[in-house]
């Protein structure tokens, strides 16, 4: 396998946006601390027109996705990790799932109720990550025929967010995600520095924090990065 290029990048939330990481009463609230690193690499797929149109979505397989992109993100983490108080928000089961006597009865309890509550990653979060592989900022200024040092992207539920992405200047350690390491075959086993520091989700088991090429070495024993 090949090292791949390395892409340090500082991320900044413009808008809030939020997933259903973690359970709370009566709702879900929104991991803070991490972004997770399939998110980010789809999420910069999107932007940069890399994934394919589809009227339906194909069976899921990270491992499959991930092998085709030209890039593969670390975790990025949070700088100044905060959430926005809980709002509630409804889920509208009258016109998506009618009113069958099966379905009103679920939504009376748990997390299935017609009312819930979120937390958001508000506006201004920062976070640190790096790109292996194709330098995405190249590729879009090769593309515009002009430099560009800003890539805008798409994320949490229903890509509600969204995200700006610039060069990192003072590239800072990177962990990783020993879970999408396991899609490709690695084992802690294999490569020390996949040992988990961090078990933050069942799919987002974070590594202590490594320099880029020490990064990129271990990505490039996942897949194989030349064209």
């Given at each position: 396998?090949?090292?791949?290029?390395?892409?340090?990048?500082?991320a900044?939330?413009?808008?809030?946006f939020?997933?259903?990481?973690l359970?709370?009463?009566?709702?879900?609230?929104?991991?803070?601390?991490?972004l997770?690193?399939?998110s980010?690499?789809?999420?910069?797929?999107?932007?940069?027109?890399?994934?394919?149109?589809?009227?339906?979505?194909?069976?899921?397989?990270?491992?499959?996705?991930?092998?085709?992109?030209?890039?593969?993100?670390?975790?990025?983490?949070?700088?100044?990790?905060?959430?926005?108080?809980a709002?509630?928000?409804?889920?509208?089961?009258d016109?998506?799932?009618?009113?069958?006597?099966?379905?009103?009865?679920?939504?009376?309890?748990?997390n299935?109720?017609?009312?819930?509550?979120?937390?958001?990653?508000?506006?201004?979060?920062?976070?640190?990550?790096?790109?292996?592989?194709?330098?995405?900022?190249?590729?879009?200024?090769?593309?515009?025929?002009r430099?560009?040092?800003e890539?805008?992207?798409?994320?949490?539920?229903?890509l509600?967010?969204?995200?700006?992405?610039?060069?990192?200047?003072?590239?800072?350690?990177v962990?990783?995600?020993a879970?999408?390491?396991?899609?490709?075959?690695q084992?802690?086993?294999?490569?020390?520095?996949?040992?988990v520091?961090?078990?933050?989700?069942?799919?987002?088991?974070?590594?202590?924090?490594?320099?880029?090429?020490?990064?990129?070495?271990t990505?490039?024993?996942?897949?194989?990065?030349?064209?």
């Amino acid at each position: 396998m090949n090292s791949p290029t390395a892409t340090p990048v500082r991320a900044v939330t413009l808008t809030p946006f939020y997933y259903h990481s973690l359970a709370v009463p009566s709702g879900t609230a929104t991991l803070a601390p991490y972004l997770a690193d399939r998110s980010m690499s789809y999420a910069l797929a999107g932007a940069m027109g890399a994934l394919a149109p589809s009227a339906a979505l194909p069976k899921k397989d990270y491992e499959r996705d991930l092998r085709q992109l030209p890039w593969l993100c670390s975790v990025f983490e949070a700088r100044n990790p905060r959430l926005l108080p809980a709002i509630g928000k409804r889920l509208n089961l009258d016109a998506e799932g009618g009113y069958q006597k099966r379905v009103m009865d679920a939504t009376g309890t748990g997390n299935l109720k017609t009312w819930f509550y979120i937390q958001e990653v508000p506006v201004g979060v920062e976070y640190d990550g790096a790109i292996f592989g194709t330098d995405p900022f190249l590729m879009a200024s090769e593309v515009e025929r002009r430099e560009v040092t800003e890539i805008v992207v798409r994320t949490g539920r229903h890509l509600g967010g969204l995200l700006a992405l610039t060069r990192q200047t003072d590239p800072r350690p990177v962990r990783l995600n020993a879970h999408t390491a396991h899609l490709f075959g690695q084992r802690p086993a294999d490569d020390p520095a996949m040992a988990v520091d961090v078990f933050a989700l069942y799919d987002m088991q974070v590594t202590s924090p490594m320099e880029l090429n020490v990064a990129a070495a271990t990505v490039g024993n996942w897949r194989d990065f030349r064209a």
